[in-house]
T-cell receptor
């Protein structure tokens, strides 16, 4: 079956613009996560969805970042008034559930965001 | 606080064995994962440990000591394709769900 997909694979934008990044999780996975990965660093947690609701958004750096998952499947990460410091690879991951120990997270290929 | 430490870079020779260490201090603990990440690609799952001891899976093994806050990933019979970053991640148990905290990763270069 298909893995986690993310679009676009690359996004170049200008400072101050609005961007949307899309994640399509593995079918049947109820848990969905967004991470941000800067060069030479590990993924940094942003937000977690269980179904349609954001169960933990403590990793979102500020109120310019917002994410939705209206039907419990596809999720969109939205960044307003982008800044150069937002440049990174944005990774999405999904898992069968989050409550069970051992449920691995499957990662998508990421969206490389460059803010000029 | 949360802290996960692993070496930044390692080099090894094709056919050899390499051990990548990870130490952690987290608020809670509900398992430790190792992921492999090739440059420009997504992390892929390698191993999971929740109890003390060694888990072996082919050429890769992972060890955990919860009392010491320590894990290692052992790669045997190294191949050129093993050149990648190896990410140690701790599953932190929170109310209602488990959260993954990643280390910065260890970049392994395998030479002929």
């Amino acid at each position: 079956g298909a893995g986690v997909s993310q679009t676009p694979s690359n996004k170049v934008t200008e400072k101050g613009k609005y961007v949307e990044l899309r994640c399509d999780p593995i079918s049947g996975h109820t848990a969905l996560y967004w991470y941000r990965q800067s060069l030479g660093q590990g993924p940094e947690f942003l937000i977690y969805f269980q179904g349609t609701g954001a169960a933990d958004d403590s990793g979102l750096p500020n109120d310019r970042f917002f994410a939705v998952r209206p039907e419990g499947s596809v999720s969109t990460l939205k960044i307003q008034r982008t800044e150069r410091g937002d440049s990174a690879v944005y990774l999405c991951a999904s898992s069968l559930s989050s409550g069970r120990a051992g449920n691995e997270q499957f990662f998508g290929p990421g969206t490389r965001l460059t803010v000029l | 606080g949360q802290n996960i430490d692993q070496p930044t870079e390692m080099t090894a020779t094709e056919g050899a064995i390499v051990q990548i260490n990870c130490t952690y201090q987290t608020s809670g603990f509900n398992g430790l994962f190792w992921y492999q990440q090739h440059a420009g690609e997504a992390p892929t799952f390698l191993s999971y440990n929740v109890l003390d001891g060694l888990e072996e899976k082919g050429r890769f093994s992972s060890f955990l000591s919860r009392s010491k806050g320590y894990s290692y990933l052992l790669l045997k019979e190294l191949q050129m394709k093993d050149s990648a970053s190896y990410l140690c991640a701790v599953r932190e148990e929170l109310i209602g769900y488990n959260k993954l905290i990643f280390g910065a990763g260890t970049r392994l270069a395998v030479h002929p």
